[in-house]
């Protein structure tokens, strides 16, 4: 069983930058890619980055060369470093696991881009 906690989000301009954390409990955690998710207003949850355990990465293309995924395997915490903050990436935050498990969700962290 892993838990995962989310928190960092915020109000931020555009063009604005938050990193979010993601604290992760559970021996099972260091094993698994781990991966940031979001949801907006009346979407579907989408995934936004995702780590191996060795550090590769992936992408949803539309924050590519704006979000950044890290881990800290040692300290079972997971991060997103987000630049160039745009109002389309607004949404409730969230990690798990990659692909997910549907009994991990933790509670989210919003984030509101907006001037």
């Known amino acids: 069983q892993v838990q995962f906690v989310e928190s960092g989000g915020g109000l931020v301009q555009p063009g604005g930058s938050l990193t979010l954390s993601c604290a992760a409990s559970?021996?099972?955690?260091?094993?698994?890619?781990v991966g940031w998710y979001r949801q907006a207003p009346g979407k579907q949850r989408e995934l936004v980055a995702a780590t191996t355990r060795g550090g590769l990465a992936n992408y949803l293309e539309s924050v590519k060369g704006r979000f950044t995924i890290s881990r800290d395997n040692a300290k079972n915490m997971v991060f997103l470093q987000m630049n160039s903050l745009k109002p389309e990436d607004t949404a409730v935050y969230y990690c798990?696991?990659?692909?997910?498990?549907?009994?991990?969700w933790g509670q989210g962290t919003q984030v509101t881009v907006s001037s």
């Open positions: 559970g021996s099972m955690f260091r094993p698994l890619s």
């Open positions: 798990n696991v990659a692909p997910p498990h549907p009994s991990y």
